[in-house]
């Protein structure tokens, strides 16, 4: 008998559907319906003609009873079916297996919205656990309804490491930092007031560069050199001589004249012993005062924050969201910190970052924490190599040539050429 086009096709329809093809039925009726349905442009001829095509079939196929029927897929199912999404909505539950080889576990993950990441231990012999995730300081409720800061996971590791380098590499901030210039043979009230005239220069510049104004102020004024007296009888056109080579030397110049005649007139000559004293000095800051305070008078009672701790902190994410300004980071520092280590914090940041953990160009190659994987933000290190560099400096009184290594980044092949050659 002859087949019809349209029996074909539902034959196949269902074949992939039933369990076995020796089982494979028709479901025309179903089919004729489902047509019916969804083509309203048909002809009465046309449909007469699919009738007639039905009628024929039916007169060959078994007899069936409507359990077995509806115990199998109705074609109309098949066709009504909306295809899934090949893209994975959210909220639905995510599994992922991580596979790397040198541990006897895989860690499988299951990850869903509102819900804590679990973790599942299969068996295997190529698989490794899969690294803890850092946190930054965060705040928790202890059972008193009180607000605690939970301080960053691993900050001991990270901040004992630091110290450790910082012992083998010897910074700027160590010979030439604000609290070593002050001159020893002077009174203590004097070398305050010398700490004080450090602070404010060191805005904007270098510690070398910093260092040598404060030489010239020791040496250039009359004896006994940098006091509050020779600066009240100074010409602000000469401490601007003197002081020109430090950043906005300008500014601090009118700020160092204005303050020395407050600290005449206010504070009895001497630099105030109080963070609101300080701070209303001109060109003083919350990161100059606490520093003062602490240097000059002994007292630490803040962090001093500059632009290496500010910048570093944020590279290690120990700060939640990362802070825009300093004084943001003195707060979040200052919630959590020992206060043992709110006067260090400062001089062994800033070490760091001056030998290690540069602004531009950072060394992560040489340093530990990117070796035990304790800094979120350390890079692969390029390919260098040492080079020497000719200065002329003057020794003495005489011009002499200084030989420096320095560090330039190169390809790996020009390297191993300039090497070689």
Same mark, same amino acid.
């Given at each position: ?35 019916? &349905? ?40 098949? &066709? ?11 909220g ?8 790397? !080889? ?9 990850? &869903?919205?509102?819900k ?35 301080p ?47 602070l404010?220069? &060191? ?73 609101? !004293? +300080? ?22 009672? !803040? ?22 300004m ?22 062994? +940041?800033?070490?760091?970052g ?16 990117s ?34 290594d ?8 020009n ?7």
């Amino acid at each position: 008998m002859r087949t019809s086009r349209i029996s074909k096709q539902t034959s196949q329809a269902l074949g992939s559907f039933s369990p076995s093809k020796a089982n494979t039925r028709r479901r025309t009726r179903s089919v004729a319906a489902s047509i019916g &349905s969804n083509a309203p442009n048909w002809s009465p001829e046309q449909g007469s003609d699919l009738r007639a095509e039905v009628a024929n079939d039916l007169q060959d196929e078994p007899s069936e009873s409507p359990n077995a029927i509806g115990a199998s897929v109705d074609i109309e199912d098949f &066709s009504i079916a909306k295809p899934t999404s090949k893209k994975r909505k959210r909220g639905q539950d995510n599994t992922g297996i991580a596979l790397t !080889g040198t541990s006897t576990n895989i860690v499988k993950t299951t990850a &869903s919205v509102g819900k804590p990441n679990t973790k599942v231990e299969i068996d295997s012999p190529k698989a490794k656990i899969t690294k803890e995730r850092r946190q930054p300081a965060r705040k928790t409720v202890n059972d008193a309804g009180e607000v605690e800061i939970q301080p960053p996971s691993n900050w001991e590791q990270i901040y004992d490491a630091v110290k450790e380098m910082r012992k083998t590499v010897l910074a700027p901030v160590d010979t030439m930092g604000c609290e070593t210039l002050a001159d020893d043979n002077l009174s203590e009230r004097d070398r305050r007031f010398q700490t004080l005239i450090a602070l404010m220069l &060191s805005s904007q510049t270098k510690d070398t560069t910093n260092a040598i104004a404060m030489r010239n102020l020791q040496t250039v004024l009359p004896y006994p050199g940098l006091t509050l007296e020779n600066i009240l009888a100074v010409d602000p056109v000469k401490l601007n001589e003197l002081i020109y080579v430090v950043g906005f030397h300008n500014n601090k110049t009118r700020y160092i004249k204005a303050t020395a005649i407050i600290l005449r007139d206010n504070f009895n000559g001497d630099i105030p012993d109080t963070i609101e !004293g +300080l701070i209303s000095l001109p060109g003083v800051g919350p990161k100059m005062a606490y520093l003062c305070l602490s240097a000059a008078w002994g007292r630490t009672e !803040g962090i001093g924050v500059d632009v290496h701790v500010h910048r570093i902190t944020n590279l290690w994410s120990w700060h939640r969201p990362k802070t825009q300004m300093p004084e943001q980071t003195r707060a979040s520092l200052e919630s959590w910190l020992p206060k043992d280590k709110w006067h260090e914090i400062n001089h062994l +940041l800033v070490g760091f970052g001056q030998t290690i953990c540069l602004p531009v160009g950072r060394r992560c190659e040489k340093c530990t924490l990117s070796h035990k994987k304790l800094c979120p933000s350390a890079v692969k290190s390029k390919d260098r190599k040492v080079v020497e560099k000719l200065k002329n400096e003057v020794v003495g009184g005489s011009l002499a040539k200084r030989v420096e290594d320095q560090e330039v980044t190169v390809k790996a092949e020009n390297a191993d050429n300039s090497c070689s050659s």
